[in-house]
């Protein structure tokens, strides 16, 4: 390896995004990944509208379209009552030409840019490398991983710490992960089962403040994704146990389901105090971390992953100035704080804390928002708002 590498530490979405976008600019990417393969736990799977014109400027946009689908149902739904209110994102025609978004498992997505980069010369990623070690001078960075042949030592000009919420790399670094750890766990189920059948729109808020859930469809075959919430204390390891019961209460009948996959998560509104320090760079879940309600999540690291790499690049091929890895990182850290987070909390509050009365009053609110087309459209635009104000492609290419 090369002291001019980029090192990605992490092959989550992120950072294989990251390493792409570099990787196509000519820039020497390697990639160092803890597991042996893609972690495939049901995550991420929706690409918001705002997201889709970034994914087109890489290339990705068309093979996430072939193997995810479009979709613009949304619909609320008051547990206790069947009240309901469908919308769809019509409204966005004429502001986009993507009034759609696309659902596809995160992990699908990075089966998609892995292809991408075997076809790059630039780009190698080294699985079973989990990252131990990290230190830096004022011109290169120094990273030991740890495999069962032994520590091995990689050194590149930037490294970009991918490693997700629990990131050895912001550990390594000593910058704390400032922000709140919810009370909950949310347990995401992928489940065949038929909600069609039922009238549910393709997405759909379960609003409940016991049996709350975000419903969603993941592939044509009538794969779905619910998400629910349980009290944190509850035992990890009896999460499958309590599966049925939650079924019993959300799904509208008794008919047969089958349970795909389903995994328990912790929930954190967190951001890293810092995302840069000297020649290390944090960047997605490692940066800042979100309860999934809404799927600003991944958004927020998609976007922050579009802007590093144009800002990445101007400063690795064009000799930029340092400073603008710090623009990028006030600017990452201001649209989580004040968008993303907020937006995301009151997401969770709004599906799993609503009772009745709440749940009705935020149908009757969406009823008017939607009579009205300049408020309607404003709610739906909001995802651009996580995008950099400043599109580095603009601003320094
Ligand atoms: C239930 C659930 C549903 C979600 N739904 C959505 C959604 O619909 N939309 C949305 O936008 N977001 C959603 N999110 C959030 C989304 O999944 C995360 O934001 C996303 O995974 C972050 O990607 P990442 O690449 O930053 O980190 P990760 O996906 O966590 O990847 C980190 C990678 O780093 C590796 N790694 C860790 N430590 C080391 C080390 N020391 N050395 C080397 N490698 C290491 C890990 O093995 C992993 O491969 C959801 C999250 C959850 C929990």
Redesign the pocket.
């Known amino acids: 390896m090369s002291a001019d590498d980029v090192i990605i530490?992490?092959?989550?979405?992120?950072?294989l995004v990251t390493a792409y976008g570099l990787a196509r600019a000519g820039i020497p990417v390697t990639v160092?990944?803890?597991?042996r393969e893609v972690?495939h736990s049901?995550?991420?799977?929706?690409y918001h509208w705002a997201l889709l014109e970034d994914l087109d400027r890489l290339d990705l946009l068309e093979e996430i379209d072939r193997r995810g689908f479009r979709k613009d149902d949304y619909g609320y739904r008051v547990h206790g009552t069947g009240e309901t209110l469908t919308y769809t994102l019509d409204a966005l025609a004429g502001e986009t030409a993507y009034p759609y978004n696309i659902h596809l498992g995160?992990d699908e997505l990075c089966a998609i840019v892995l292809e991408r980069l075997e076809d790059c010369p630039h780009a190698c990623v080294r699985w079973q490398?989990?990252?131990t070690g990290l230190s830096q001078d004022a011109t290169t960075a120094h990273v030991t991983t740890t495999t069962s042949d032994g520590d091995e030592q990689h050194r590149g000009s930037w490294v970009i710490g991918?490693?997700?919420?629990r990131s050895?790399v912001r550990r390594l670094l000593g910058v704390p992960f400032e922000g709140t750890t919810w009370p909950q766990r949310?347990v995401?189920t992928n489940v065949f089962y038929d909600f069609h059948a039922h009238g549910y729109t393709r997405s759909v808020f379960l609003m409940d403040d016991v049996h709350g859930a975000v419903i969603a469809k993941i592939t044509a075959e009538n794969l779905w994704r619910v998400?629910y919430s349980e009290d944190l204390s509850l035992p990890e390891d009896g999460i499958g146990d309590r599966v049925a019961e939650h079924f019993a209460a959300i799904l509208p009948d008794d008919r047969a389901y089958e349970v795909e996959r389903f995994g328990g998560?912790r929930l954190h509104q967190r951001m890293a105090e810092r995302l840069r320090v000297g020649r290390v760079v944090l960047a997605?879940?490692?940066a800042h971390a979100t309860n999934?309600t809404g799927?600003?999540?991944?958004?927020s690291?998609l976007f922050g992953a579009f802007s590093l790499i144009d800002m990445l690049a101007s400063v690795i091929l064009d000799r930029g100035d340092h400073a603008l890895i710090d623009r990028w990182a006030q600017e990452r850290r201001k649209i989580f704080l004040e968008i993303a987070s907020p937006a995301a909390t009151r997401m969770k509050r709004t599906v799993y804390e609503s009772d009745r009365h709440a749940g009705h009053a935020t149908i009757e609110q969406w009823r008017r928002m939607v009579a009205d087309p300049a408020a309607f459209r404003e709610r739906l635009m909001f995802p651009a708002k996580l995008r950099s104000a400043s599109p580095a492609a603009d601003a320094v290419r």
């Open positions: 530490v992490g092959a989550g979405p992120v950072g160092l990944e803890a597991e972690v049901p995550r991420a799977m929706v995160q490398a989990p990252v991918c490693d997700g919420a050895t949310f995401a998400t998560y997605g879940d490692a999934p799927g600003f999540g991944l958004a690291g």
